[in-house]
């Protein structure tokens, strides 16, 4: 038996024989093309990205209506690459310049540009190299084998099988969807790769960086891929593949149970009704929310509408967007966030950024008060949207009351401008505010006094509070939900908002973390909004918990003088069995 490791991305155990996806090395061949040869050497180049282009539009026109919305935006990204002139048309320089061949000059012109894309300090966009990559290996494929295509056809019979691959283009990921796969393996990729992101909407275990995968596992070997650990047991002694069937039956079973749940109130033992939400970023995510039976939608993310494309959504096309929701959702609350980008949050469309350190820059409503022509569009979408259901309008990213006040002042403005027009609006939408910023927080009860409602986003809260770039791996590992910093803004904020008498919400990941539900619940946080997967597993613990005894619990943990003991307190109130019911 071998044990391997990597970074699991996506949970769940696999058990199940490997295929392994061998991708040819390919090998390049280098040539000076004599000069009256060079035009043809071009057209044979441009019949390559040509035949890239159609084989990938064919890709994104037959994506099987289940796939995962992300599948679609992931193919347009190679679209878009292999549309750039710097792939499309830099080669063409060298063919001419250099007389080199179509294959060497391409390659050439990607290695600079993986150069390029490696120096950026931004993981995502390093991750970028990825795509240029995958899409020019595409392309040599056609240019070697003109008559064929730019990827290895995949067998058909895949059914039950560990799929491992060196990595896993956007493209490979929807033809394996429907094949029923059990589980990815890549040698390569991390946290925000395709693999990971597409495993994780699928619902497959999946671990990415397993140096070497290729190489130690074979066609048919037994694997165990434990999703969670990031632990992959190749050809497993038949007592771990036992552990291991009883541990998927376990999850299995919870699985089931958790089902049993959709249509039961969120409601505690001792009779506190608790608002279950769901967090979305496009209207295709009303599938997930519909699945779990939602409550309704704690935060939409709308700069998702934004991103992959060059320009804004117009009035219209956002009004549809946020109509589209409400509708699906008669009666219960959608809470639409106005814009959130900037720092981790990139469109492609002309805006300004802060380039020294975005996350603490331009971002969210700081943008928007600047950028007020595109701000104003959206306000107006929003509320024209908010006669059609029960909207609430929320501000990202807020750090001083003028914020506010500025933002509540266009409102006012807009809605008196829909009212001389005689287009509907709701006039009492309530206007909350994100507690997003540890400023925000320290002064909630100020806040609190101009907003119908706070939601405290502890992803950006967290960051801001212990100084830790969110999406900087070197120091994920001071990222704490538990600091106790972080548990005295959050419990201030619910204060506040108690005191000021409106509602307050949580609508981070950690609102979706069964590791802290119960201490949450205890602190008086009534209102949960997450990714609708998580949904089921805390409306058990809701049904399983009673506030009247967390309260004291809760109180302890805010009294705790270290980490060890205030983890030891966390642990106790939530039960020895809890870990292993997550799992
Ligand atoms: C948050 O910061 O917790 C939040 C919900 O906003 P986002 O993750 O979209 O920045
Ligand atoms: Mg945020």
Known sequence: ????????????????????????????????VPAELVENEVR?????????????????DHIPPDAPVEAASFIDTHLLILN????????????????????FALKTQSDRLVAVFEAMEDPYL?????????????????????????????PEELEGRVVVANDLAPADTVALKNKGIT???TNLGGPISHTAILSRSLGIPAIVAVHGATRYIDNDDELIVDGKRGVLFVAPDRIVVAEYEKRA????????????????????????????????????????????????????????????????????????????????????????????????????????????????????????????????????????????????????????????????????EIQEELRRNGIGFDANIPIGGMIEVPAAAVSADLFAAH??????????????????????????????????????LIAMTIDAADKQGIPVAMCGEMAGDTRYTRLLLGLGLREFSMHPSALLEIKKIVRESSVADLKNHSAQVMGARDARTLQALVDHMNGDGDQAAGE
Not at 4 to 21: F, W
Not at 46 to 60: F, H, K, P
Not at 458 to 475: C, F, K, P
Request: with cysteine.
């Open 451 to 488: 907003l119908d409602f706070l939601s405290i986003g502890t992803n950006d809260l967290i960051q801001y509070t212990l100084a830790i770039d969110r999406v900087d791996d070197t120091v994920n590992y001071l990222y704490d939900p538990l600091h106790p910093s972080v548990l005295r």
């Open 1 to 32: 038996m071998l044990a391997l490791h990597g970074k699991g991305v996506s949970n769940g155990i696999a058990i199940g024989r490997a295929y392994v996806l061998r991708r040819e090395r390919l090998k390049i061949p280098e040539y000076v």
């Open 183 to 185: 589980a990815f393996i």
């Open 44 to 60: 044979r180049f441009l019949t390559a990205v040509e035949s890239t282009r159609q084989e990938l539009s064919g890709i994104r």
């Open 249 to 412: 039956r376990k999850i299995a079973r919870l699985q089931h149970e958790l089902e049993a749940l959709r249509t039961s109130e969120a409601v505690t033992r001792d009779g506190i009704a608790v608002q279950l939400l769901a967090n979305i970023e496009l209207p295709e995510d009303m599938a997930g929310v519909h699945q779990v039976l939602a409550g309704g939608i704690g935060l939409y993310r709308t700069e998702f509408l934004f991103m992959n494309r060059k320009t804004p959504p117009d009035e219209e096309e956002q009004f549809a967007a946020y109509v589209k929701v409400i509708r699906e959702l008669p009666g219960r609350p959608v809470t639409i966030r106005t814009l959130d980008l900037g720092a981790d949050k990139r469109a492609d469309i002309d805006l300004p950024t802060t380039a020294v350190n975005p996350a603490l820059g331009l971002r969210a409503v700081r943008l928007c008060l600047q950028e007020l022509a595109l701000f104003k569009v959206q306000l107006r979408a929003i509320l024209r949207a908010s006669a059609f259901g029960n909207v609430r309008l929320m501000i990202p990213m807020l750090s001083n009351l003028d914020e506010i006040s500025r933002v509540v002042e266009l409102v006012r």
């Open 84 to 103: 750039d002139t710097m792939v499309s048309e830099a080669p063409i320089k060298d063919i001419r310049g250099n007389q080199w061949n179509a294959e």
């Open 126 to 154: 390093r991750n970028k190299k990825v795509d240029v990559t995958q899409v020019v290996e595409r392309v040599l494929r056609h240019l070697l084998n003109p008559d064929g295509r730019g990827d290895e056809p995949l």
